[in-house]
């Protein structure tokens, strides 16, 4: 039954994954509305559409003029983000929220620890990478794949500096998702930088932490439409470094 499912031209490894709970079916805690009796119909998406004609020739230039939109609308912190890392040669993938704090004309900018994290191992045994945004006031996604590269320490000052005094010295005392005994060894941490910099109003960034640029060779455009009959559209680097695109199904 499993193997019909699956269509050949799958790739193996969806063949090797785990579906042994499958027949047996592990108890649901949650069901998602869809439409039963038990569970009404799932929402809706109506609040816009998505043609070819409306698309800027740079997915840049598109996400800028996507994301200005969402400011303006009321989007909840449009610049939050999930970035999605693997390691190699585990092949292990890890997500999480972040921030986008810049776009540039090279990509998506984000801020964090490049010494503890766990997307900093990631990143070094490979530079691949994905964001994902979703905008559910506007039923917007926006899907990224790139590749990762460091930004300088001039150029992540430039940013450290726009920071509140407490987040630079965050940056500085946090070993970020590294073990923790409690609360106090955090607080310790802290203490020791705050006198560490007491006085001085110019901290320097720290050599650990900084800014990694995302620069795309994919992005995503996706307009939640009714029956789940969104529209998509998928700007691809050829070549010859030319944007194509291409609708999706949805
Ligand atoms: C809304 C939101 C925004 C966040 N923004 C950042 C960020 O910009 N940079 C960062 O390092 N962590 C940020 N975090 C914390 C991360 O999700 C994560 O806990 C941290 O980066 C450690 O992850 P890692 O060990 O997987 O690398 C944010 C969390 C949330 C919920």
Not at 40 to 55: I, V
Not at 125 to 138: G, I, K, R
């Amino acid at each position: 039954m499993l193997r019909r499912l699956i269509s050949p031209s799958y790739p193996r490894q969806i063949a090797h994954c785990n579906f042994r709970n499958m027949s047996s079916g592990p108890t649901k805690r949650i069901f998602a509305p869809g439409g039963t009796a038990e569970a009404p119909q799932a929402q809706q998406y109506t609040k816009g559409s998505l043609d070819r004609s409306q698309l800027e020739t740079d997915p840049l230039a598109q996400f800028d003029t996507w994301f200005k939109h969402a400011q303006k609308s009321g989007v909840h912190q449009p610049e939050t983000v999930n970035l999605a890392t693997a390691e190699l040669p585990s092949g292990r993938v890890s997500a999480r929220m972040v921030y986008l704090k810049e776009l540039d004309s090279r990509g998506f900018v984000v801020y964090s620890n490049w010494g503890t994290s766990r997307k900093s191992r990631d990143v070094a045994s490979n530079p691949h990478a994905s964001l994902t945004f979703y905008w559910p006031e506007l039923e917007r996604q926006v899907r990224v794949e790139g590749s990762c590269e460091r930004l300088t320490d001039a150029e992540s000052q430039v940013y450290f500096d726009t920071r509140i005094r407490g987040s630079r010295i965050g940056a500085w005392a946090s070993q970020q998702s590294s073990v923790l005994t409690g609360r106090e060894e955090l607080e310790a941490q802290v203490e020791e930088v705050e006198k560490r910099f007491e006085g001085e109003e110019k901290i320097p960034v720290p050599p650990f932490w900084g800014g990694l640029r995302i620069v795309p060779d994919m992005v995503e455009f996706w307009q939640g439409r009714p029956s789940r009959l969104h529209d998509r559209f998928k700007f691809t680097l050829d070549g010859n470094n030319k944007w194509t695109v291409d609708r999706l199904s949805p």
